[in-house]
């Protein structure tokens, strides 16, 4: 998983660009205090995400101890909040750094919308 997250996000470009931005900036102290607190909001933000998700997981694999006699499709509804699951976390890990070359939107602004629009 974590080989796909880096694939779909490329890190070391995002952070390659970042820090060329942040060199490059002449900005104030206050804009870079903005930008660190936007950051940390953002990593809040995700790690309430994750901790969602977490409880999904639970739920499926609780979900998935109940009997097929019970409830015939179990396994595919299981199969599907795990596929479900997996995909958002990849998602929503290439929308938080803005990830370059994306074909996705971008519903949060990330790591590097954040220091353009602070930094500039």
Same mark, same amino acid.
């Given at each position: 998983m974590r080989a796909a997250v880096e694939r779909l996000s490329q890190p070391d470009l995002v952070r390659q660009a970042v820090t060329t931005q942040v060199q490059a900036s002449t900005t104030d102290l206050d804009h870079f205090s903005s930008a660190t607190d936007r950051m940390k909001l953002l990593v809040s933000s995700h790690d309430q995400q994750a901790g969602w998700l977490d409880k999904v997981v639970g739920y499926?694999?609780?979900?998935?101890?109940? =009997?097929?006699?019970?409830? =015939?499709?179990?396994? %595919?509804?299981?199969?599907?909040?795990?596929?479900?699951?997996?995909?958002? *976390? %990849? %998602?929503? *890990? *290439?929308?938080?750094?803005?990830? =370059?070359?994306?074909?996705?939107?971008?519903?949060?602004?990330g790591v590097q919308g954040i220091i353009r629009r602070e930094l500039v």
């Open positions: 499926a694999r609780w979900a998935s101890y109940i =009997p097929v006699t019970l409830v =015939p499709h179990i396994r %595919l509804i299981v199969a599907a909040i795990y596929l479900g699951a997996g995909a958002f *976390a %990849l %998602l929503d *890990a *290439a929308d938080r750094l803005d990830a =370059p070359g994306t074909w996705m939107p971008q519903f949060v602004l």
